[in-house]
């Protein structure tokens, strides 16, 4: 049985402030995804990704292009590639990592 435990004030934005209801069911929506924590969520929703849903079709690459350089490691890139995929970043087949580190390299 898994357990969420949430640290903190649930209402509290970002840099302190209150969230409206709607950024609190988006980030809770996005949390729920695997390999997504608060930070990632919150700079995913900041970027303007609402949702799983938007975040699938945008794709990981798009998606990490857009919240760097706040998280710019290849682990991040890992990260939202699992999420889109609903698997953990560590089932991520070696060649899947290797297409992804190429598609950071041509920019």
């Not at 945008?58 to 698997?87: K, N, Q």
Request: net charge positive; aromatic share 6%.
């Amino acid at each position: 049985m898994l357990f969420r435990f949430r640290v903190g004030r649930q209402d509290a934005g970002p840099h302190g402030g209150s969230r409206t209801p709607t950024e609190r069911l988006v980030m809770t929506d996005l949390i729920d995804l695997p390999n997504i924590g608060p930070r990632l969520a919150s700079a995913l929703t900041r970027a303007g990704i609402s949702g799983p849903e938007e975040l699938r079709v945008i794709g990981s690459l798009e998606a990490w292009w857009r919240i760097h350089p706040t998280f710019d490691c290849m682990h991040s890139l890992y990260a939202l590639e699992g999420a889109v995929r609903g698997i953990p970043k560590l089932d991520l087949d070696r060649a899947t990592r290797e297409q992804l580190k190429k598609a950071t390299q041509l920019v």
